[in-house]
């Protein structure tokens, strides 16, 4: 669908983006932008910027995306904690409990819907519902997770995931005692058969995925504090590769991990990033701490 405003002297000066929202009030301003950043917004026949300033008389052609025309983000006050920032990209310090995007069950409280309550500039390549977001963890796993501010960004890193030079490191407490100090896991990942919700080791329709554990700690009353590097990065990798080997992950119930030590979600913290900055070009290494909840739990196993 495609529809033709007429800028008026009474919106002058404002940000394009800004402007549409007042000629239409039913799309809010990240969507708007949104269509601006895919191209899918002409002033006076020209691609240009969502901080485009409009003028009297400009010509804007609109053609909306119908596949998301009904999503409208609504902003989530929410402070984030950023542990690096410049004009491209950011990383933040996720904390347990916070989804990363809207989906089912969770529309207006998501990390997407707080980075527009901040206002930050964000990628439009995955879809308004996923804007800036390259990769993630789940709700319930807390760390760093970066997030692209332009298009540009967005693809470089995503060729990083998938040549697997990006490097994600992640700390987790789980079930039993490894013996070996350092494994690799190979199995491949796909949807659970029986539980749409799961992910499971499917050797025949799954995706190729590889973890690397390197053992930390081993706690007599047998628990083991593992290292984890992701050599791909499929849903729920480490969550279902160790569940494969016996040592589900503490809190974890969905994959048959205990909850008597800890009951609120899996005990599984992305503690570590490395990645070639595209702008920049330099490599950024990342390393944040254990959240306090972690610690708490490590120090009544010791």
Do not use: W
């Amino acid at each position: 669908m495609e529809k033709k405003f007429l800028i008026n002297k009474n919106i002058e000066t404002l940000r394009l983006d800004k402007a549409l929202t007042l000629l239409n009030e039913k799309y809010s301003r990240e969507y708007f932008s949104f269509l601006i950043k895919k191209g899918n917004v002409l002033v006076n026949n020209k691609i240009v910027s969502p901080s485009y300033k409009v003028r009297e008389n400009d010509e804007v052609i609109v053609t909306f995306d119908e596949k998301e025309t009904n999503l409208n983000l609504k902003p989530y006050e929410f402070k984030l904690d950023i542990v690096y920032q410049d004009d491209d990209l950011l990383v933040i310090n996720k904390p347990k409990g916070l989804v990363v995007h809207p989906g089912s069950g969770h529309i207006d409280d998501t990390l997407v819907n707080a980075l527009i309550y901040n206002k930050i500039e964000l990628s439009s390549v995955n879809g308004l519902s996923r804007v800036g977001i390259v990769h993630r963890i789940d709700k319930d796993t807390s760390g760093l997770l970066l997030i692209a501010k332009n298009d540009y960004t967005h693809n470089e890193i995503a060729k990083e995931l998938k040549d697997h030079s990006m490097k994600r490191s992640y700390i987790a407490l789980v079930d039993g005692i490894i013996e070996e100090n350092d494994l690799k896991i190979v199995g491949k990942i796909g949807r659970d058969k029986t539980n749409r919700l799961k992910m499971a080791i499917d050797s025949k329709n799954g995706k190729d995925a590889i973890t690397h554990v390197h053992v930390l700690e081993r706690f007599k009353n047998q628990y083991t504090l593992i290292k984890c590097e992701l050599e791909t990065g499929r849903t729920h990798q480490i969550r279902v590769h160790l569940s494969s080997i016996k040592h589900p992950l503490v809190g974890d119930s969905i994959y048959g991990g205990s909850n008597h030590l800890y009951n609120n979600g899996q005990l599984l913290h992305a503690y570590k990033l490395v990645f070639f900055h595209p702008t920049l070009k330099r490599e950024i290494s990342l390393e944040i701490p254990l959240p306090s909840y972690f610690l708490e739990i490590l120090e009544k196993l010791k």
